[in-house]
């Protein structure tokens, strides 16, 4: 158990390293077009200790079944990130670029352990950066918070199920293609707006209609308005989410730029976490 409480579940700095680095070299090889079959096989001779889990994985893929399911349970060994990047860059087909965003994401994470920030700040960055990368990546808000926190561990088991309950659906105004894995929760989604008597968005029914939709329409899916506010929960939780936040957020759902949002406050919260110990000092003396 680590300061405040919080549980640094990465645990060591070499370890992060050398998964920061095999990310790095799976680039590589999606980069070259490389076919995954081979792909696994050059990874396994470049990272011996991961060299059991790629025959498996090869194993598991010639069996017909997905990279994500595999991922799910081997963690660990392997980062517990790589199993949401997995399953958003396999339901749009952008894998690739799901692996690019998890590499430099790791990157960071190196880069910031490495100046020795405290954990309560390495959480608190992991947690904004995480949802920013997996909701403009193309997973719904509602996953992206779930699984940022299941890997960051910055709420609390209670809080976290609070705001999940009341989180608006939400898809990211840069995800490059609608998840189909989803399409029976869109349905459930119209099916409910139609029962509260609320309106059908046009794509939503072009969509039920099953005719093709324009992806830029889907700027922001949100449910009826309620207390389901997501500013609204999180301001219930000032110890976790300052008003400053809150109301950044709160001006992004409405402006529909949430997903342009959750990037500046990642990027706020790196550089607070490293900025903060130079105004500490100074005001210290």
Known sequence: MAENGIIDI???LGDLAEQAL???AWCLTEAVMMPSSKSLEVLSQAFPRFEKHFVELKTHLVAGKNLESYFRENVPPFHP???AFVSVGEATGNLDICFANLRDHLDKE???REKGLNLSQLCTWKFYKAISTLFNAGLPLAESLKEANSYSN???KEV????LAKTPVYQSNTAKEFNLARLQDILNYITHLKDVGEEVPEPLKRLQQGKLVNLNEF???KAPQSSADFAEALAKHPKYFPAFVVEII???EEGGILDAVLSRLADFYEKKAEYEPFFLQKSGE
């Open 10 to 12: 990465m645990g060591d």
């Open 22 to 24: 095999l990310m790095r």
């Open 81 to 83: 990130l790589i199993p």
């Open 110 to 112: 190196v880069e910031l």
């Open 154 to 156: 910055f709420l609390p």
């Open 160 to 163: 976290i199920d609070e705001i």
């Open 219 to 221: 700027r922001k899916i």
């Open 250 to 252: 709160k001006f992004g």
